[in-house]
RNA sequence: CGGCGUGUGGCUCAGCUUGGUAGAGCGCUACGUUCGGGACGUAGAGGCCGCAGGUUCGAAUCCUGUCACGCCGACCA
């Protein structure tokens, strides 16, 4: 029995992060390996929680006013050239098609790693009037970076997302648009998440290639470390002008278009197992459950317990995604398995409750077992799920929050980093060699400069010279 | 791209030093007994030992090459 629990078990997230994450992407079978490295199968527990994402993601796009569309997953190498500081950040890690059939191509062409140069081929055609903006078009898509070191969702050689694409009049409407997609990313987070994020701007060695501006959101994983949780750019006209993107405005002059792009990808579903996982495997919150209650019927052969199971089910499916779990494991098996797929709530039914006309339900995220009388189950259920997916948000805030440190002087920041890890509160003076000192040191990078800005001192942290920005800092996935 | 490590049934691994033709536990299948925190019995199925060369009467084992995967660093959603 012992052997048995110890082949099952996995790595202890206290003891070895890295092996706890890897175990429990594979024991909650979200994803398997495949023969190329860096390209996962996801599975149906992994996909159904992209799904979940996806839904309610692009809601929120359909409500901000975007549109979808679809492009090609190919692009011409002299269209990627196109734009210098975008190919000089992609070119080292993207994958590419020199053959058509048994035939060498007369032009290579790259597997996407993004697809700005393929939204700007086409706006150039499809805008030509100020009537014609602004365009807010999204995608849903993989992209392929050819990564060098690969995890599970954290940084895969294929991985799904979905990038907004947008062209404006002008510079403030894209500016808006920047912001407004951030905040959409932030909200998500924290309501369909339950991650709380840090929302700024990235530093210029920090932001994305050929981008005027980046943000994004700052997520903290249960480790410490920092995950980059979603981004938005904005172009100002640079892609505009390589590109040659131009519209006739009102006074009958050509004007470049003012662009911006943003996105978010499966890497949420690696924050989503760091920030609420623990040692019993995976924990969901309740809005990307594809199962939010998982009925086990104990001794299920007696007359009538799966009946009631089922009847159970079917009373709840209409509000809840819910499922019986009738294989013939025994009920502590099924426990340990509904802990390690992360279902929030576990609902146990046996002949002693149906004579008392009640249930047990047991939460996932804090363990707590209640009982429940039949008659209320409905109520109970969404008031628990609402409690569980309110009350991992606050729990992830807190860990955050006893996680984030202020620093006022260099040694004070040493001495941090070496002791502990999470986020790092500190004053910079905008200059990047800082930044680079800062890497070599201590091997941290700056995450953003928050819109919410505080005076921690005068000076910056690294060089004593006159402060411009706070920063947060910390160790990257 | 550097450093380290690993490739043997679905999984975790033993066997390799000292060559003799493949093992264990778990899982899987069937039947029976079980069932409120990872049950048990009985009977079964399942392996080109990552791949390619070489040495040898004989290679999972020795040699050479190669591929893949994992972890840690440098670069990135």
């Not at 080292?92 to 081929?121: I, M, N």
């Not at 009958?252 to 949420?268: D, E, F, I, P």
Request: aromatic letters at 10%; glycine letters at 6%; hydrophobic letters at 40%.
């Amino acid at each position: 029995m012992a052997d048995k629990k110890m082949v099952e078990a996995i790595a202890s997230m206290e003891e070895d992060f890295a092996q706890w994450y890897t175990d429990v992407v594979k024991k909650a079978e979200l994803i398997d390996y495949t023969s190329v490295k860096g390209c996962m199968v996801i599975k149906p527990a992994g996909y159904a929680i992209w799904e979940l994402i996806q839904q309610q993601l692009d809601a929120r796009f359909k409500e901000a006013g975007v549109q979808n569309v679809y492009l090609p997953m190919f692009i011409p190498e002299s269209l990627l050239q196109k734009e210098k500081d975008h190919v000089e950040g992609f070119a080292p890690e993207v994958a590419w098609v020199t053959h058509g059939g048994l035939q060498p191509l007369q032009e290579r062409l790259c597997v996407r790693p993004t697809s700005e140069t393929l939204f700007c081929d086409f706006y150039k055609n499809d805008i030509h009037s100020y009537r014609d903006l602004p365009k807010v078009y999204n995608q849903w898509c993989s992209v392929v970076r050819w990564e060098k070191e690969t995890r599970p969702f954290l940084r895969s050689r294929e991985f799904l997302w979905q990038e907004g694409h947008t062209a404006h009049a002008t510079a403030q409407e894209a500016q808006e648009r920047t912001i407004q997609m951030l905040n959409v990313y932030a909200d998500f987070c924290e309501q369909v998440l339950a991650i709380p994020v840090i929302k700024g701007q990235k530093t210029d060695k920090e932001k994305f290639a050929g981008a005027v501006a980046t943000y994004t959101v700052e997520a903290l994983m249960h480790d410490g470390k920092a995950l980059q949780s979603g981004t938005s750019h904005n172009f100002g006209d640079g892609f505009a002008r390589a590109f040659e993107i131009q519209y006739a405005d009102r006074d009958n002059t050509l004007k470049y278009v003012h662009q911006t792009s943003w996105g978010m990808s499966t890497r949420l579903i690696g924050a989503i197992i760091m920030v609420h996982g623990d040692n019993e495997g995976l924990v969901l919150p309740p809005k990307v459950a594809s199962v939010q209650v998982c009925i086990v019927p104990i001794q299920q052969k007696k007359e009538g317990v799966l009946e009631k199971a089922y009847e159970l089910r079917d009373r709840l499916k209409g509000s809840f995604r819910v499922k019986v779990d009738d294989t013939d494991k025994t009920p502590g098996f099924k426990f340990a398995e509904a802990e390690m797929r992360g279902y929030p709530i576990r609902m146990e039914i046996g002949p002693k409750d149906m004579e008392a006309g009640k249930c047990v339900i047991c939460r996932r995220d804090t363990g707590e077992k209640l009982e429940v009388a039949l008659d209320q189950l409905e109520e109970k259920v969404g008031e628990l799920l609402e409690t569980i997916q309110k009350e991992m948000l606050e729990r992830a805030r807190a860990h955050r929050d006893a996680h984030t440190y202020e620093a006022r002087n260099f040694d004070e920041f040493q001495k941090i980093f070496a002791e502990k890890t999470g986020f790092v509160k500190a004053m910079w003076c905008g200059d990047q060699a800082c930044e680079d000192l800062i890497k070599e040191k201590m091997s941290v990078t700056s995450r953003c400069m928050p819109f919410a800005q505080e005076h921690l001192s005068d000076t910056c942290v690294c060089c004593g010279k006159p402060a411009k920005k706070m920063v947060y800092w910390g160790k990257a996935y």
